[in-house]
């Protein structure tokens, strides 16, 4: 939950790939997505953005576009909804 209301507030997102978070996050175009357990390719992501702030700014306006087009159709909400419901159970 906390991921995507960061990607509604137009933040850059770095996660791990352990949840659904690749049915909303495109990898380099919002946000960022490393497989679990790979710190190589976390700090390689996390490098990569810090010495290029521009990148940041890119992929913080299209975190916040994909969040306000996925959402505004009653299908995506379900959607969030199971997300939200999948990871209460997790916790």
């Known amino acids: 939950r906390a991921?995507?209301?960061a990607m509604s507030s137009g933040c850059c997102?770095?996660?791990s790939d352990i949840s659904d978070?690749?049915?909303?996050i495109e990898h380099g175009k919002n946000?960022?997505?490393f497989p679990a357990g790979d710190i190589g390719?976390?700090?390689?992501?996390l490098q990569s953005i810090l010495n290029n702030p521009a990148v940041i700014?890119?992929?913080?306006?299209?975190?916040?576009?994909?969040?306000?087009?996925?959402?505004t159709d009653k299908h995506e909400t379900l959607a969030?909804?199971?997300l939200y419901q999948q990871d209460a159970m997790m916790a």
Request: charged letters at 25%.
């Open 80 to 82: 969030l909804l199971e």
């Open 57 to 71: 700014q890119e992929i913080s306006l299209e975190a916040s576009k994909t969040m306000k087009q996925r959402f």
């Open 21 to 24: 978070f690749h049915r909303f």
């Open 3 to 5: 991921v995507l209301e």
């Open 13 to 15: 997102v770095v996660v």
């Open 31 to 33: 946000g960022f997505l």
């Open 41 to 45: 390719t976390l700090r390689n992501i």
